[in-house]
């Protein structure tokens, strides 16, 4: 019988079975990776959304607030008549999938930029598993990431 070119089927099911074990050591470490990279992002949208809010206040010279409610977030004017949301709700949970906690649903920055409604530090905690960040604002409106309250 000639010698054909290929593997044979001990040989296809030796590198199948190196396949899976390799990817199954391999896919916690995936998981762990985009559960922190989901936080990050989540983490920098939050910070930003502080930063602008501070910076519409501003701006415009007048109060502006940033507003939590459960994992959505977003950013309002305070004008004569209805508030205007210069910044649209961003559900967390529904784009990065992470929750956030904080002590306060709101930051409200006056035309100097400072927080007028917190007594101190404001924390905020964005979770996903086990991956965890937070931001801490001051009532001076200064933004410190991965703070130790």
Known sequence: MPKRPGFTLVELMIAVVLMGIIAAIGAPKLASIRDKA????????????????????IRRGMRANF????????????????????????PLNATFNVSMTSTT???????????????????????????SDSICVTRLGMISPKCQL
């Open 105 to 131: 649903d709101s930051i409200v920055y006056d035309a100097r930029g400072f927080a007028v409604n917190l007594a101190g530090t404001q924390k905020f905690v964005v979770t996903r598993s086990s991956a």
């Open 38 to 57: 989901s936080v990050r992002s989540a983490t920098q949208q939050v910070g930003a959304y502080v930063a602008t809010s501070r910076a519409a206040a």
């Open 67 to 90: 507003k939590t409610r459960g994992d959505t977030m977003w950013i309002e004017i305070q004008q004569p008549g209805a508030p205007e949301v210069i910044a649209p709700r961003i």
